[in-house]
């Protein structure tokens, strides 16, 4: 069984940073891309940062430049650091990322369970 489980979220004021992780357990053989997704109230999930397996990144728009996703390959780890927030960035975040299993050695889509980031003064 694989299991993404996140932490860092929290309260933060404007132009604050925070800085979310996204650990995989499990029977892992082998992790594709890991990402971070948001939904915030009302709105649809979106995609704010995904990085490859081999260290290509991509960003949203709204979240360049202020916004980076490191990932440690040996920890199976993924984190997003985010600087200069805004209260648009209030949401849960999701970590996202392509597995493949050692029980199925089939390669799936797994979601964590989401973190709550609010930024207001």
């Known amino acids: 069984q694989v299991q993404l489980v996140e932490s860092g979220g929290g309260l933060v004021q404007p132009g604050g940073s925070l800085r979310l992780s996204c650990a995989a357990s499990?029977?892992?053989?082998?992790?594709?891309?890991m990402g971070w997704y948001r939904q915030a109230p009302g709105k649809r999930r979106e995609l704010v940062a995904v990085?490859?397996?081999?260290?290509?990144?991509d960003y949203a728009d709204s979240v360049k430049g202020r916004f980076t996703i490191p990932r440690y390959n040996a920890k199976n780890t993924v984190y997003l650091q985010m600087n200069s927030l805004k209260p648009e960035d209030t949401a849960v975040y999701y970590c996202?990322?392509?597995?493949?299993?050692?029980?199925?050695?089939?390669?799936?889509?797994?979601w964590g369970q989401g973190t709550q980031v609010t930024v207001s003064s």
């Open positions: 996202n990322a392509d597995i493949k299993s050692i029980a199925t050695m089939g390669r799936d889509n797994y």
């Open positions: 990085i490859s397996s081999g260290g290509l990144m």
């Open positions: 499990g029977s892992i053989f082998s992790i594709y891309a």
